[in-house]
């Protein structure tokens, strides 16, 4: 709900428990003046209290009042160069010269429904009551315009943010930097968490404690990235799993991003969320607009446990789209792992012979199936299929595969292209090059300049080819390098910072394009394993591959952190063989089942290698995922352990129904002492008052949770799994 109380001239957005709320100052100025649990009304500027603060100037028009200062005050939608010293929201080059933005309050509309953003992605409103407010706020000198845009998901808790700015003034305008969201809140000490980590290792939570500066998480590789993620939260210092209060935004968007935290000279933080001004200018001319991607924000005053859950639900319910988004996913068999390139009709044939009979239900055929693709140097951007891996093309063997009874997928990487491929050599000038520099290569491999509409509909028309060749069910998308040599042959010399987010721009409308012609195509997103895991992808790609790395016990890890932001039905999570290719460790089959069973599910090795007993423990496996997998991708998530604790020697987590009365536990020994100590472990989200069937024996929901569940002791890398059921 948004309310606007014309007395006290403030906006208020009301979610089911929170409250956020600005004023428009009589500066015109719009302030923030609350984001927290919700509130049965009230001005809360009064909790601003004006001080005449050294050094912190006043606007010409409060006169010889020293007490009103921009630099104090907090706001909406921060200026840059008139007092404000902070970070700033928006940074332009202006016409004369000049950089200043001074931005100040014009009109509102409140409107029922939820916005959208053209050419991007946003959380939606469909099925649920959704409202949006967008406030104009004007720079009277440029005419630059702002229009801010809320969106309010009640039911979720979730407050969505979007920027448009239109250039109302006679000039051209380069805007340098377009934030999102910026947040400022009251004085506290807080802990702020980014999730940082790296290829292989990716989402590491990382929690610092806030002290006075500017701390920041960003990427300029083109894409969201491995090593950062476009989330922030700050919590209070002694926030946990189950209380505490956490403010976190999550940016959809899945290029250059930039997080920042600012803790002020007097302990307030503003933390701003956007696009990275690395590289970045847009140039505006009079009457165009420029649109910033949406952030969407979810204030939890239970803590990171409940935070989590909130963006779980919306990000399944209403970011994801098409008919996969709340569905049962098929269980998939993957040869990358098994085959690397090495492979032909024949072989897959095999491997999806063995995982057809023990229950998968879907073949996904990875890199190497197009051009001369026999090895990573060669072959990216000749999407034909290569005859002598696969005679008569993908018909052929999605057939054989379909009469094996199972679905039949493929891998694509549409935005890079090798040197050494049919596509490069006719086309050198298509792959990102600056001029007289020489390229910078990635696995090989060059990045595609999608900005250029030849470039784009040749990718666009090569998907299509393909999708159209055969029944193909599925596709992973992936990505496999970070872009560099930045520039395009399609802009100006002075648009050139345009190129990052143009990039994005055409991989979404590519990803939009096939979402309108195949609705019933499921895409996974894929960029070397998770460097391209963020609400934007989640839009186009209800699940995207969590990790190149599936050795269970790090990927224990992996899901831990990806969680804090995204919920399990977008993990994709595999079992594959041991010792793992990465990690050189060897983790039970039974252990491998139940930590992929937290995500996606499926596999990623050739079953033929494995045991009669080992394929029963697989049947077995899948048959419990039929049943459980409601649980895993409706449930409400609860963390009941954390796996970068060094002193905790298990990892546990478990999925909850909705309505309480079902639960599965899944924990993993991470490490054993000799003579250790009594194991118990304290469940989380059931009903105190309801008894539970816990593996054949009757508990109370209170004691489940109050005093906890007796743990065998279990070895190194041991697994188990609870089911409970209320009786
Ligand atoms: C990186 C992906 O993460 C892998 O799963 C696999 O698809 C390879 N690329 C193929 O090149």
Same mark, same amino acid.
């Given at each position: 709900?948004?309310g606007?109380?014309?007395?006290?001239?403030?906006?208020?957005?009301?979610?089911?428990?929170?409250?956020?709320?600005?004023?428009?100052?009589?500066?015109?100025?719009?302030?923030?003046?609350?984001?927290?649990?919700r509130?049965?009304?009230?001005?809360?500027?009064?909790?601003i209290?004006p001080?005449?603060?050294?050094?912190?100037?006043?606007?010409?028009?409060?006169?010889l009042?020293?007490?009103?200062?921009?630099?104090?005050?907090?706001q909406?939608?921060?200026?840059?160069?008139v007092?404000?010293?902070?970070?700033?929201?928006?940074?332009?080059?202006?016409?004369?010269?000049?950089?200043i933005?001074?931005l $100040?309050?014009?009109?509102?509309?409140?409107?029922?429904g939820?916005?959208?953003?053209?050419?991007? #992605?946003?959380?939606?409103?469909?099925?649920?009551?959704?409202?949006t407010?967008?406030?104009?706020?004007?720079?009277?000198?440029?005419?630059?315009?702002?229009e801010?845009?809320?969106?309010?998901?009640?039911?979720?808790d979730?407050?969505?943010?979007?920027?448009?700015?239109?250039?109302?003034?006679?000039?051209?305008?380069?805007?340098?930097?377009?934030?999102?969201?910026?947040l400022?809140?009251?004085?506290?000490?807080?802990?702020?968490?980014?999730?940082?980590?790296?290829?292989?290792?990716?989402?590491?939570?990382?929690?610092?404690?806030?002290?006075?500066?500017?701390?920041?998480? /960003?990427?300029?590789? %083109?894409?969201?990235s491995?090593?950062?993620?476009?989330?922030?939260?700050?919590?209070d210092?002694?926030?946990?799993?189950?209380?505490?209060?956490?403010?976190a935004?999550?940016?959809?968007?899945?290029?250059?991003?930039?997080?920042?935290?600012?803790?002020?000279?007097?302990?307030e933080?503003?933390?701003?969320?956007?696009?990275?001004?690395?590289?970045? *200018?847009?140039?505006l001319?009079?009457?165009?607009?420029?649109?910033?991607?949406?952030?969407?924000?979810?204030?939890? *005053?239970?803590?990171?446990?409940?935070?989590?859950?909130?963006?779980?639900?919306?990000?399944?319910?209403?970011?994801?789209?098409?008919?996969?988004?709340? *569905?049962?996913?098929?269980?998939?068999i993957?040869?990358?792992?098994?085959?690397?390139? +090495?492979?032909?009709?024949?072989k897959?044939?095999?491997?999806? $012979?063995?995982a057809?009979?023990? /229950?998968?239900?879907?073949?996904?055929?990875? @890199?190497?199936?197009? /051009?001369?693709r026999?090895?990573?140097?060669? /072959?990216?951007? @000749?999407?034909?299929?290569? +005859?002598?891996?696969?005679p008569?093309?993908?018909a052929?063997?999605?057939?054989?595969?379909?009469?094996?009874?199972m679905?039949?997928g493929?891998?694509v990487?549409?935005?890079?292209?090798?040197e050494?491929s049919?596509?490069?050599?006719?086309?050198?000038?298509?792959?990102?090059? *600056?001029?007289?520099?020489p390229?910078?290569?990635?696995?090989? +491999?060059?990045?595609?300049?999608?900005?250029?509409?030849?470039?784009?509909?040749?990718?666009?028309?090569?998907?299509?080819?393909?999708l159209?060749?055969?029944?193909?069910?599925?596709?992973?998308?992936?990505?496999?390098?970070?872009?560099?040599?930045?520039?395009s042959?399609?802009?100006?010399?002075?648009?050139?910072?345009?190129?990052?987010?143009?990039?994005?721009?055409?991989v979404?409308?590519?990803?939009?394009t096939?979402? $309108?012609?195949?609705?019933d195509?499921l895409?996974?997103?894929?960029?070397?394993?998770? =460097?391209?895991?963020?609400?934007?992808?989640?839009?186009?790609?209800?699940?995207?591959w969590?990790?190149?790395? &599936?050795?269970?016990?790090?990927?224990?890890?992996?899901?831990y952190?990806?969680?804090?932001?995204?919920?399990?039905?977008?993990?994709?999570?595999?079992?594959s063989?041991?010792?793992? =290719?990465l990690t050189?460790?060897?983790?039970?089959?039974?252990?491998?089942?139940?930590?992929?069973?937290?995500? &996606?599910?499926?596999?990623?090795?050739?079953?033929?290698?494995?045991?009669?007993?080992?394929?029963?423990?697989?049947?077995?496996?899948?048959?419990?995922f039929?049943?459980?997998?409601?649980?895993?991708?409706?449930?409400?998530?609860?963390?009941? %352990?954390?796996?970068?604790?060094?002193?905790?020697?298990?990892?546990?987590?478990?999925?909850?129904?909705?309505?309480?009365?079902?639960?599965?536990?899944?924990?993993? +020994? &991470?490490?054993?002492?000799?003579?250790?100590v009594? #194991?118990?472990?304290?469940?989380?989200?059931?009903?105190?008052?309801?008894?539970?069937?816990?593996n054949?024996?009757v508990?109370?929901?209170?004691?489940?949770?109050?005093? =906890?569940?007796?743990?065998?002791?279990?070895?190194?890398?041991?697994?188990?799994?609870?089911?409970?059921?209320?009786?």
């Amino acid at each position: 709900m948004i309310g606007y109380d014309a007395k006290q001239r403030t906006l208020t957005l009301s979610t089911r428990s929170t409250s956020y709320q600005m004023k428009i100052d009589g500066t015109g100025v719009l302030l923030h003046t609350y984001y927290g649990p919700r509130l049965r009304g009230g001005d809360l500027s009064r909790l601003i209290c004006p001080e005449d603060r050294g050094f912190s100037p006043n606007p010409y028009e409060v006169g010889l009042e020293r007490t009103w200062s921009l630099d104090t005050q907090p706001q909406e939608y921060s200026s840059s160069g008139v007092g404000d010293f902070r970070l700033p929201s928006l940074e332009a080059d202006l016409a004369d010269g000049s950089h200043i933005v001074d931005l $100040r309050y014009v009109g509102h509309t409140i409107t029922d429904g939820k916005y959208a953003l053209e050419g991007l #992605p946003a959380f939606y409103g469909e099925g649920v009551a959704a409202q949006t407010l967008s406030v104009a706020l004007r720079d009277p000198a440029s005419g630059l315009v702002v229009e801010l845009l809320y969106g309010v998901l009640e039911e979720y808790d979730l407050i969505t943010r979007a920027v448009r700015i239109r250039n109302e003034g006679p000039a051209p305008v380069r805007l340098t930097r377009v934030a999102s969201a910026c947040l400022d809140l009251p004085a506290g000490e807080h802990d702020l968490i980014t999730l940082g980590g790296a290829y292989a290792r990716e989402r590491e939570p990382v929690r610092a404690h806030l002290t006075q500066g500017v701390h920041s998480a /960003g990427s300029v590789r %083109g894409s969201s990235s491995h090593q950062q993620n476009p989330f922030l939260v700050l919590c209070d210092r002694d926030a946990t799993e189950d209380a505490g209060r956490c403010w976190a935004m999550a940016l959809v968007y899945s290029g250059n991003f930039l997080a920042s935290a600012e803790h002020t000279q007097f302990h307030e933080t503003r933390l701003t969320l956007g696009i990275h001004p690395f590289h970045f *200018a847009w140039t505006l001319r009079p009457g165009e607009t420029f649109t910033a991607p949406e952030a969407a924000l979810v204030f939890s *005053a239970r803590g990171l446990g409940h935070m989590s859950r909130l963006f779980h639900r919306a990000i399944r319910l209403n970011l994801c789209r098409g008919p996969w988004k709340d *569905a049962r996913r098929p269980i998939l068999i993957n040869n990358w792992e098994a085959t690397l390139f +090495q492979f032909d009709a024949d072989k897959l044939c095999d491997i999806a $012979r063995a995982a057809g009979r023990v /229950g998968v239900e879907l073949m996904v055929m990875d @890199d190497g199936w197009f /051009g001369e693709r026999n090895d990573d140097f060669t /072959g990216l951007g @000749d999407w034909n299929v290569n +005859q002598k891996k696969l005679p008569g093309g993908l018909a052929p063997l999605a057939e054989r595969i379909n009469g094996l009874g199972m679905q039949f997928g493929l891998w694509v990487e549409p935005e890079m292209v090798n040197e050494n491929s049919d596509l490069y050599r006719a086309h050198p000038d298509w792959a990102f090059q *600056a001029p007289g520099r020489p390229v910078t290569r990635g696995r090989y +491999q060059l990045v595609l300049d999608l900005t250029r509409p030849e470039v784009k509909q040749y990718v666009l028309d090569n998907l299509r080819a393909t999708l159209k060749s055969a029944p193909i069910a599925y596709v992973k998308w992936d990505m496999n390098r970070s872009l560099t040599d930045v520039w395009s042959a399609a802009l100006p010399p002075e648009r050139q910072g345009e190129v990052y987010h143009r990039f994005v721009l055409a991989v979404y409308e590519i990803l939009e394009t096939l979402h $309108r012609e195949f609705p019933d195509l499921l895409i996974e997103g894929c960029s070397g394993g998770g =460097g391209r895991f963020d609400c934007g992808m989640l839009y186009y790609t209800p699940q995207i591959w969590c990790s190149d790395n &599936t050795d269970a016990i790090d990927r224990l890890r992996i899901q831990y952190g990806t969680s804090l932001c995204y919920p399990c039905c977008a993990m994709g999570a595999h079992v594959s063989a041991v010792p793992n =290719g990465l990690t050189h460790r060897s983790v039970p089959l039974h252990t491998r089942g139940v930590v992929a069973a937290a995500g &996606t599910f499926g596999y990623e090795l050739d079953l033929n290698e494995l045991t009669a007993e080992e394929l029963d423990q697989v049947r077995d496996q899948i048959a419990a995922f039929r049943t459980d997998w409601e649980l895993v991708m409706r449930g409400d998530y609860y963390r009941l %352990g954390d796996p970068f604790r060094a002193e905790e020697p298990f990892c546990a987590w478990m999925h909850v129904s909705p309505d309480r009365s079902r639960a599965l536990v899944g924990l993993v +020994q &991470t490490a054993r002492h000799a003579n250790p100590v009594r #194991p118990l472990l304290r469940l989380k989200g059931l009903d105190p008052d309801r008894d539970y069937r816990v593996n054949g024996r009757v508990c109370g929901g209170d004691e489940l949770m109050y005093a =906890g569940l007796a743990l065998p002791f279990l070895d190194e890398y041991e697994a188990v799994q609870y089911h409970i059921e209320a009786v």
